[in-house]
T-cell receptor, first 113, second 113 residues
Framework: GENVEQHPSTLSVQEGDSAVIKCTYS??????FPWYKQELGKRPQLIID?????GEKKDQRIAVTLNKTAKHFSLHITETQPEDSAVYFC????????????FGTGTRLKVLA | DVKVTQSSRYLVKRTGEKVFLECVQD?????MFWYRQDPGLGLRLIYF???????EKGDIPEGYSVSREKKERFSLILESASTNQTSMYLC????????????FGPGTRLTVL
């Protein structure tokens, strides 16, 4: 069936360094790729998303890249800060179908001060 | 601002009890979703609904049912709770074809003893 693989499961970086989280999807019909951040005890919140008609999108310190041929997409966080510590989930969706997401298993990011 | 609320933040039930988890959204969203979140497994889709009285099975529907009698309300039902249904349950809603973004509720942590 459809699945999304996410790596790494945990990631520790020093404050100010960059963090990269990678996801690979299996359904070639996927055309929408959101990233969610979930802080401890809180709900997942969308931080950035990308559609299949673009290869890269940036919003301040976060960026997402998409390689449709290889079916993978990545989240890049630059100049990490302690408040970036959270669990990050990638997802893939086909907007021509049922709009359901297939989520990755999550990455716990720790930014060390 | 989209608001998705869930009836309880914490719930403790006994094995064999019937459990109702309720989700309400105030933005007239057509799509609503129920996920369970377990460490290392990410968010897994239980059921979703794209219209009143419509429902579709997700990836792990066994042991669950749903009800959507009104557009704003989506209920998850555990007919006979079991200990392996102890988990965090998250509800989400979205408008299909507009932004496709799913907005999450705060979650219900269910413990079945």
């Amino acid at each position: 069936g459809e699945n999304v693989e996410q790596h790494p499961s945990t990631l520790s970086v020093q404050e100010g360094d960059s963090a990269v989280i990678k996801c690979t999807y299996s359904d070639s019909a996927s055309n929408y790729f959101p990233w969610y951040k979930q802080e401890l005890g809180k709900r997942p919140q969308l931080i950035i998303d990308i559609r299949s008609n673009v290869g890269e999108k940036k919003d301040q310190r976060i960026a997402v890249t998409l390689n449709k041929t290889a079916k993978h997409f990545s989240l890049h966080i630059t100049e990490t800060q302690p408040e970036d510590s959270a669990v990050y989930f990638c997802a893939a969706s086909s907007t021509s179908g049922t709009y359901k997401y297939i989520f990755g298993t999550g990455t716990r990011l720790k930014v060390l001060a | 601002d989209v608001k998705v609320t869930q009836s309880s933040r914490y719930l403790v039930k006994r094995t064999g009890e019937k459990v109702f988890l309720e989700c309400v959204q105030d933005m007239d969203h057509e799509n609503m979703f129920w996920y369970r979140q377990d460490p290392g497994l990410g968010l897994r889709l239980i059921y979703f609904s794209y219209d009143v009285k419509m429902k579709e099975k997700g990836d792990i529907p066994e042991g669950y049912s749903v009800s959507r009698e009104k557009k704003e309300r989506f209920s998850l039902i555990l007919e006979s709770a079991s200990t392996n249904q102890t988990s965090m349950y998250l509800c989400a809603s979205s408008i299909p074809g507009l932004t496709d973004t799913q907005y999450f509720g705060p979650g219900t942590r269910l413990t079945v003893l």
